[in-house]
């Protein structure tokens, strides 16, 4: 069983099963780990079990802005301008890049106003470069609806260099006049194994 320390952090090598064994040291509180020699904590281990990696893949974005009057016969990809974070800097124009091979947890939500139930339904897409997530929602309502929300989260298998939008398709069916409320849409993502 051999170990090592530096810093007051310790690793042990399990020999029986081949595994690497973390220990907060007595008299610590956090144990740090890092794939280079500054020891900048990659991985933190607090002494009550809490696990962080502050440079681990994630996201959340928000559009700048309303959009409005979306036309129909489209599939628009929603435009996310604004970000909140953007660890690794892996999202750039509307779209999120994976830095490196893993599953990924997706999410978003669309705020939609000024819903036509000429148009039938619409269909918004969660959309990668393996596969699309689809959701359809159908506008069989007694009148057009001021507005209306939907969400959806998928852990996605992606490989490095994959991609990650969302967009929303709308038939050639009633008015252009669905809109989506920026400050009540979302896009988010993270690297989770």
């Given at each position: 069983?051999?170990?090592?320390?530096s810093?007051g952090?310790?690793?042990?090598?399990?020999?029986?099963?081949?595994?690497?064994?973390i220990?907060?040291?007595?008299?610590?509180?956090?144990?740090?780990?890092?794939?280079?020699?500054?020891?900048?904590?990659?991985?933190?281990?607090?002494a009550?079990?809490?696990?962080?990696?502050?440079?681990?893949?994630?996201?959340?974005?928000?559009?700048?802005?309303?959009t409005?009057?979306?036309?129909?016969n489209?599939?628009?990809?929603?435009?996310?301008?604004?970000?909140?974070?953007?660890?690794?800097?892996?999202?750039?124009?509307?779209?999120?890049?994976?830095?490196?091979?893993?599953?990924y947890l997706?999410?978003?939500?669309l705020?939609?106003?000024?819903?036509?139930?000429?148009?039938?339904?619409?269909?918004?897409?969660l959309?990668?470069?393996?596969?699309?997530?689809?959701?359809?929602?159908?506008t069989?309502?007694?009148?057009d609806?001021?507005?209306?929300?939907?969400?959806?989260?998928?852990?996605?298998?992606?490989?490095a260099?994959?991609?990650?939008?969302i967009s929303?398709q709308?038939?050639?069916?009633?008015?252009?006049?669905?809109?989506?409320?920026?400050n009540?849409s979302?896009?988010?993502?993270?690297?989770?194994s």
């Amino acid at each position: 069983n051999g170990g090592s320390s530096s810093s007051g952090q310790l690793i042990f090598m399990d020999a029986g099963t081949n595994r690497a064994r973390i220990g907060v040291p007595t008299g610590t509180t956090t144990l740090s780990l890092s794939g280079s020699n500054s020891l900048t904590g990659d991985i933190v281990i607090t002494a009550d079990g809490e696990v962080t990696m502050p440079t681990q893949p994630a996201f959340l974005v928000f559009p700048s802005s309303n959009t409005t009057n979306i036309a129909i016969n489209t599939n628009l990809t929603v435009a996310f301008a604004t970000e909140v974070f953007d660890v690794g800097a892996n999202f750039a124009s509307n779209t999120f890049t994976a830095p490196i091979t893993g599953k990924y947890l997706l999410a978003y939500s669309l705020y939609l106003e000024d819903i036509d139930i000429d148009t039938q339904y619409y269909q918004p897409l969660l959309n990668t470069s393996n596969r699309s997530y689809y959701q359809v929602i159908a506008t069989n309502f007694s009148a057009d609806l001021e507005y209306f929300s939907f969400s959806q989260a998928v852990v996605a298998d992606m490989d490095a260099n994959d991609t990650a939008s969302i967009s929303i398709q709308i038939p050639n069916n009633g008015a252009a006049q669905l809109d989506i409320f920026g400050n009540g849409s979302y896009f988010s993502g993270a690297l989770i194994s």
